[in-house]
């Protein structure tokens, strides 16, 4: 999907905002999403559908809202979605619809299991034998795409070499919309900066990012 | 709160919220917590359980002492740099947005430096969660194409020789910085050496100093 959260290139949201002695929360508001927005993963996961909620928001509202923020309307749109949530419990906040759950909310052992084993996206019984190897050169395939995807628009159509190959991954474009996990090789692409911004670029800089295969193609 | 940002008018920061908007916020928060618990979405002990890990448990200390170690013993840090998730669970750490770790060293020849143009991945287990800067969509935007000017703005100069590698974290793995160790730290026993490993030296945007 194009919208701003895919904003790797611009250059005028003005100088970086850094805080000395930052909490990890600012507002106990910030802490109470955080942790709804993790423990509720169980029914409103996985994290794919969660990034691709956000994702959807309005450019302006998007722009004009704090992560946390973002996270909370993540939530909303997730849980109106998939029918746990109406605009008017939301604004009420409370019951007003009945809907029995199909199992009970994870309770704080649970959570701290997942906390601290956490959720590996790599599958053995995913697409393996990738048809690239370290060192070839491959373009990122330029695919207008209205759902979930994580190739970024300053790497589409732009080639780059494979540098590292990372095992057979979950497809986020598939995953986040209930379209099973399509796991495939990632790979680590390593791009130029002549070749991402412009011809007249002398810096020595690159950038490496982590792309599926069905993104890529031979260049 | 102290604060270096030179955009106080900055709506979107964390830091330049007026009460009024922290306070329609909490109502609004209050409000999806309520409803979230009545209808059986989260339990309350889990919600208090994330807030202490994450709050409490997890930070930039865990990934300082995986540095230190690999400053002070070179069969870890080979262990670290060909599999990163295996090596910083022999310290003890792991877990959600840590599941696929890559370590990326710092050397005369290259600076590596970390970011999420897409949302703000990071590496949670080691680093604990991420600072507003990492967050704020001045770094996110700008560091891919303009890395030198974001590391100045952090007084970090790198020399025209040296080769800038950003890792834009677009999927499952997660990145962190080997800085190199300072000169002058060769006395040093690994607890030292990790108390002067900062946060943002194994993000990329700073160096350690002695």
Same mark, same amino acid.
């Given at each position: 999907?194009?919208?701003?959260?895919?904003?790797?290139?611009?250059?005028?949201?003005?100088?970086?905002?850094?805080?000395?002695?930052?909490?990890?929360?600012?507002?106990?508001?910030?802490?109470?999403?955080?942790?709804?927005?993790?423990?509720?993963?169980?029914?409103?996961?996985?994290?794919?559908?969660?990034?691709?909620?956000?994702?959807?928001?309005?450019?302006?509202?998007?722009?004009?809202?704090?992560?946390?923020?973002?996270?909370?309307?993540?939530?909303?749109?997730?849980?109106?979605?998939?029918?746990?949530?109406?605009?008017?419990?939301?604004?009420?906040?409370?019951?007003?619809?009945?809907?029995?759950?199909?199992?009970? %909310?994870?309770?704080?052992?649970?959570? $701290?299991?997942?906390?601290?084993? @956490?959720?590996?996206? *790599? !599958?053995? #019984?995913?697409?393996?034998?990738?048809?690239?190897?370290?060192?070839?050169?491959?373009?990122?395939?330029?695919?207008?795409?209205?759902?979930?995807?994580?190739?970024?628009?300053?790497?589409?159509?732009?080639?780059?070499?494979?540098?590292?190959?990372?095992?057979?991954?979950?497809?986020?474009?598939?995953?986040?919309?209930?379209?099973?996990?399509?796991?495939? %090789?990632?790979?680590?692409?390593?791009? $130029?900066?002549?070749?991402?911004? @412009?011809?007249?670029? *002398? !810096?020595? #800089?690159?950038?490496?990012?982590?792309?599926?295969?069905?993104?890529?193609?031979?260049? | 709160?102290?604060?270096?940002?030179?955009?106080?008018?900055?709506?979107?920061?964390?830091?330049?919220?007026?009460?009024?908007?922290?306070?329609?916020?909490?109502?609004?928060?209050?409000?999806?917590?309520?409803?979230?618990?009545?209808?059986?979405?989260?339990?309350?002990?889990?919600?208090?359980?994330?807030?202490?890990?994450?709050?409490?448990?997890?930070?930039?200390?865990?990934?300082?002492?995986?540095?230190?170690?690999?400053?002070?013993?070179?069969?870890?840090?080979?262990?670290?740099?060909?599999?990163?998730?295996?090596?910083?669970?022999?310290?003890?750490?792991?877990?959600?947005?840590?599941?696929?770790?890559?370590?990326?060293?710092?050397?005369?020849?290259?600076?590596?430096?970390?970011?999420?143009?897409?949302?703000?991945?990071?590496?949670?287990?080691?680093?604990?969660?991420?600072?507003?800067?990492?967050?704020?969509?001045?770094?996110?935007?700008?560091?891919?194409?303009?890395?030198?000017?974001?590391?100045?703005?952090?007084?970090?100069?790198?020399?025209?020789?040296?080769?800038?590698?950003?890792?834009?974290?677009?999927?499952?793995?997660?990145?962190?910085?080997?800085?190199?160790?300072?000169?002058?730290?060769?006395?040093?026993?690994?607890?030292?050496?990790?108390?002067?490993?900062?946060?943002?030296?194994?993000?990329?945007?700073?160096?350690?100093?002695?």
């Amino acid at each position: 999907m194009n919208n701003i959260h895919d904003m790797g290139g611009f250059t005028q949201f003005g100088p970086i905002p850094r805080e000395s002695d930052e909490p990890v929360f600012h507002a106990d508001w910030e802490r109470k999403v955080f942790a709804m927005n993790i423990a509720s993963l169980a029914f409103l996961g996985p994290v794919d559908r969660a990034r691709h909620a956000v994702e959807r928001m309005s450019t302006v509202e998007y722009l004009n809202s704090s992560y946390y923020e973002r996270w909370l309307r993540g939530i909303e749109i997730m849980g109106k979605d998939l029918g746990y949530l109406t605009d008017e419990e939301i604004a009420a906040g409370k019951e007003i619809n009945h809907k029995d759950m199909p199992h009970p %909310p994870p309770d704080a052992n649970m959570i $701290e299991g997942l906390a601290r084993g @956490g959720v590996p996206a *790599t !599958r053995d #019984d995913g697409r393996q034998n990738p048809i690239f190897n370290v060192g070839d050169r491959v373009r990122v395939k330029l695919v207008e795409t209205k759902g979930h995807n994580r190739a970024t628009n300053y790497v589409k159509g732009k080639v780059g070499v494979i540098t590292k190959l990372n095992g057979s991954h979950i497809l986020p474009d598939a995953h986040a919309h209930d379209l099973g996990e399509n796991a495939q %090789p990632l790979y680590s692409v390593r791009f $130029e900066a002549q070749t991402l911004w @412009g011809e007249n670029v *002398t !810096r020595k #800089d690159c950038v490496y990012i982590d792309l599926w295969e069905d993104y890529l193609e031979p260049a | 709160m102290a604060t270096h940002s030179h955009d106080k008018k900055n709506p979107y920061h964390e830091s330049n919220r007026s009460d009024a908007d922290n306070q329609a916020l909490d109502d609004r928060v209050n409000k999806m917590e309520a409803l979230l618990l009545e209808k059986g979405l989260v339990a309350k002990d889990a919600l208090d359980k994330l807030a202490d890990i994450y709050e409490n448990d997890l930070g930039p200390m865990n990934g300082a002492k995986v540095v230190a170690r690999a400053w002070v013993d070179p069969e870890y840090k080979k262990r670290l740099l060909e599999d990163a998730t295996s090596a910083i669970a022999e310290l003890g750490f792991g877990g959600l947005q840590g599941e696929h770790m890559v370590v990326v060293e710092n050397t005369p020849e290259v600076h590596n430096v970390v970011v999420c143009t897409l949302c703000s991945c990071y590496p949670w287990p080691v680093l604990g969660l991420p600072p507003a800067w990492y967050k704020s969509f001045a770094y996110r935007s700008k560091v891919v194409i303009e890395p030198r000017e974001v590391l100045a703005e952090f007084g970090t100069e790198i020399p025209d020789d040296v080769e800038v590698r950003v890792w834009d974290s677009s999927a499952e793995i997660r990145y962190l910085v080997l800085p190199e160790r300072p000169a002058g730290t060769e006395n040093l026993g690994e607890e030292e050496l990790a108390a002067l490993i900062e946060r943002d030296a194994m993000i990329g945007v700073t160096k350690v100093a002695a």
